[in-house]
């Protein structure tokens, strides 16, 4: 198992783009897929697209993020790739809905944004678990749900 302590840097920094980049060509730059929600994590076993098993032990002053370079040397590179998020979109049709909807998203501590008058709900699985948990206010229509990705969810 591959132990990381730190971060090297980005991918786009130049001490790294030109060896990330001949590294590519020889199909030797490994990749950590990783979901939005795992990038605040610190700590971590993982594995990469490749096979290779990770442990991930970041100090306080660093976080993962999309392009992050976990380990450059002669010959391979493993950089991190975050998945695009999926958002729920939910748009009450009052003021009363809205209420509802509001605690239930608190108390099943949904991570959510704001659009508008819309609650946008982090996808961390299943739609319908996320539908289910809501009870009548989608199947009443009294709140419209609409599946959004990271770049409809500005």
Known sequence: MLR??????????????????????????????????????????????????????LPRDQALFDGAVLLLEPGRAIVVRVNA???????PRSISDAVELGYHAGNLHWRVRFAGESLLVALEGPVDNYVARLGTLVSDRRVA??????????
């Open 85 to 91: 998020e999926r958002w729920l979109q939910l748009s």
């Open 145 to 154: 749900a609409a599946v959004l990705a990271e770049g409809d969810a500005a």
């Open 4 to 57: 990381i302590e730190h971060i090297l840097g980005s991918r786009v920094e130049e001490k790294f783009a030109s060896a990330l980049h001949d590294l590519e060509h020889e199909g030797a730059v490994d990749v950590l897929p990783l979901a939005p929600g795992d990038v605040s994590r610190r700590r971590m076993r993982a594995q990469t697209r490749a096979g290779e098993d990770l442990a991930i032990s």
